[in-house]
């Protein structure tokens, strides 16, 4: 059992370039494989919603809380306390039904103190709130979803489009594609990647390669894209590295132009045909 | 007891209970306790058993049972869908997987007359069979199906209160209801009878589950001091992670500490989770991107052996 755990875990850390790339190890030679780096930075807030979504959420919540059962109080409070004394106190209490009046809401439904046709409001008396409940008790009020960096359209910010999946892509020779570095002698593949991230970038970066074995194989035969089932001679192959952003920032020395984009700003920038060769990498979300 | 015609008192037990039922029961007509649980109004013709098509299914709106779930919008679920999934196939998938196959029962070689209808024999270098681990697709990424939490007291047999408390306990940190566990056997040397209620027992799945992970990631475990995380030892073998949380620790969960009062005595409690990984290191591997910390080194892995 342990031998079969430890065959597992060998896999998952598999680093042979033979399992990397695969059968066409030996008959290629290293100059004609580039690494590429599909570097992310994976959403910071939940997707936003669409309006559907947003009253279907809103619906079943005030549903939930109109079934609810009645506020425990006897539980939270102690009989004959102060506390449930401020408590009682701080409760509206419903309107009961009176003869001969009109209710403009409806005629009231009381059953045991509590009104059945509406959710319970419980209130929680002030005194309670100043003394040890003002960090419980505090209206939660979120940051805003849309940064600086949204507002001045920064695409060098990390800090933009925080709902979505940003990929990082840089100009090479005029045109935009996501960053690739030639493989050294006796290099892996992710440390390809990792380093050439490093040299062009600078050393203020911290990623985490997601896995050793590449994401996809883009293939160039006379700088041109072909379908990746393509064999023969002279393709030139890039594998690409999938690994994520932790922290730090993409500062390039040099007067490398880059950009973090999400999906469809992507396909904006880079051509028609290698949007098509990596469209699945990006996420929708 | 037992009389083949409905008497009058076992029809009065099918009764449904409600507290203007006292009086049929004939018991006082007043009930002590509160009741908090008066939100509709009770169509009692469709609760009768004589007539099951006219009950409503619990998802029923007007099923009084019924309980609205989609609430809220579930991060830990769209988490995982957009972030964690595509991630763990590219770190599990490897070029050209072939099924292996685990440690299974063997047949007897037939050299003695009393092999003949003899069950067979146990795998090889294992007690139980093992699982097969198939190849890594799309269709079996691993996923965490349930996490279960137990709650055994030791003091629940002196004094019963106690596996009361740890059940309100647990219902007070998950949102769901526990059940009650009780002592199977005697064991006279922990002065434990059967029968006794030892402490409380919940499965947790969807929503409540997401919830409770995220409680547990965000608020409970950053909290707790000089936590190492959860032994990588830990483990069954097919992808279930377990780990326990001691009655300080409990303390952290933001139900138990806004009411310090209520909870002189907390208790601890293990959790199981139950995830659809093929071995432990890939169920690390996935709660890991949910923010549980690990610790230590694997089971029959030497750290000096991992190439990183």
Redo the contacts between chains.
């Keep these: 059992m342990a031998s079969r755990g430890l065959l597992t875990f060998q896999r998952c850390l598999s680093t042979s370039p033979a399992t990397t790339s695969a059968t066409s190890a030996p008959a290629v030679p290293l100059s004609t494989i580039r690494s590429t780096l599909l570097l992310t930075r994976t959403p910071v807030v939940t997707p936003e919603l669409t309006p559907f979504e947003t009253h279907f959420y809103n619906y079943q919540s005030e549903l939930e809380r109109r079934l609810m059962w009645t506020f425990p109080q006897y539980f939270y409070y102690k009989k004959g306390s102060l506390s449930e004394r401020r408590f009682v106190k701080a409760q509206k209490g419903p309107v009961s039904k009176q003869p001969g009046v009109f209710f403009k809401k409806g005629i009231p439904d009381i059953v045991h103190n509590r009104e059945r046709r509406e959710k319970q409001e419980v209130i929680i008396p002030k005194s309670e709130e100043d003394e040890s409940m003002s960090d419980f008790n505090r209206a939660v009020v979120p940051n805003s979803r849309t940064t600086k960096a949204d507002e001045d359209n920064d695409i060098k910010s990390l800090e933009r489009a925080l709902h979505r999946s940003l990929y990082l892509i840089v100009k090479e020779n005029g045109s935009w594609k996501l960053p690739s570095f030639a493989v050294e002698d006796s290099s892996n593949l992710h440390r390809a990647a990792e380093s050439g991230l490093r040299s062009l970038g600078g050393e203020q970066i911290n990623t985490w390669t997601v896995a050793r074995s590449p994401a996809a194989v883009l293939k160039y035969q006379n700088g041109k894209l072909v379908a990746p089932e393509t064999q023969g001679e002279g393709l030139q192959r890039e594998y690409v590295i999938k690994s994520r952003i932790l922290s730090g920032l993409f500062a390039p020395e040099k007067a490398t132009e880059f950009a973090w984009l999400n999906r469809e700003e992507i396909e904006q920038k880079v051509s028609p045909e290698y949007f098509q060769a990596t469209e699945f990498l990006f996420s929708k979300v | 007891m037992f009389s083949p015609k409905p008497t009058a008192s076992l029809s009065v037990a099918a009764l449904r209970q409600f507290t203007t039922s006292a009086v049929a029961l004939g018991k006082p007509g007043c009930n002590t306790i509160?009741?908090?649980?008066?939100?509709?109004?009770i169509n009692k013709n469709k609760l009768s058993h004589r007539f099951p098509e006219l009950n409503l299914s619990k998802n029923d709106i007007r099923n009084p049972a019924?309980?609205?779930?989609?609430?809220?919008?579930d991060?830990v679920e769209?988490h995982y869908h957009?972030?964690i999934a595509?991630?763990l196939l590219?770190?599990?998938?490897?070029?050209g997987e072939f099924t292996?196959f685990?440690?299974k029962r063997r047949e007897w070689d037939g050299s003695s007359p009393y092999h003949l209808n003899r069950s067979l024999r146990k795998p090889q270098?294992?007690e139980a069979e093992?699982l097969d681990?198939k190849p890594h697709t799309a269709s079996n990424i691993p996923k965490i199906e349930a996490i279960h939490i137990n709650c055994y007291v030791e003091s629940a047999k002196d004094n019963a209160n106690h596996a009361l408390n740890s059940l309100v306990q647990i219902q007070q940190i998950t949102g769901v209801k526990p059940k009650p566990i009780f002592a199977k056997t005697n064991v006279i040397h922990w002065r434990v009878r059967a029968g006794f209620q030892m402490g409380a027992r919940v499965t947790l799945k969807g929503r409540p589950m997401n919830q409770f992970l995220s409680t547990l990631t965000d608020i409970v475990l950053p909290r707790i001091r000089e936590y190492k995380g959860i032994s990588n030892k830990s483990g069954d073998?097919t992808g279930n992670i377990q780990f326990g949380l001691t009655p300080d620790d409990i303390r952290y969960f933001?139900e138990i500490e806004?009411?310090q009062d209520?909870w002189p005595k907390t208790y601890g409690m293990h959790f199981n989770v139950v995830t659809s990984a093929?071995?432990?290191?890939?169920a690390r591997?996935l709660l890991s991107a949910y923010g549980l910390p690990f610790h230590g080194s694997?089971?029959?892995?030497k750290p000096e052996n991992?190439?990183?």
Aim: proline share 6%.
């Design positions: 509160k009741p908090v649980h008066h939100r509709v109004k019924f309980k609205p779930t989609s609430t809220y919008q991060r769209e957009n972030t595509s991630d590219l770190i599990n998938a490897q070029e292996q685990g440690k270098g294992s093992t681990i073998r933001p806004s009411n209520l093929q071995t432990d290191a890939e591997t694997e089971k029959g892995t991992i190439e990183y």
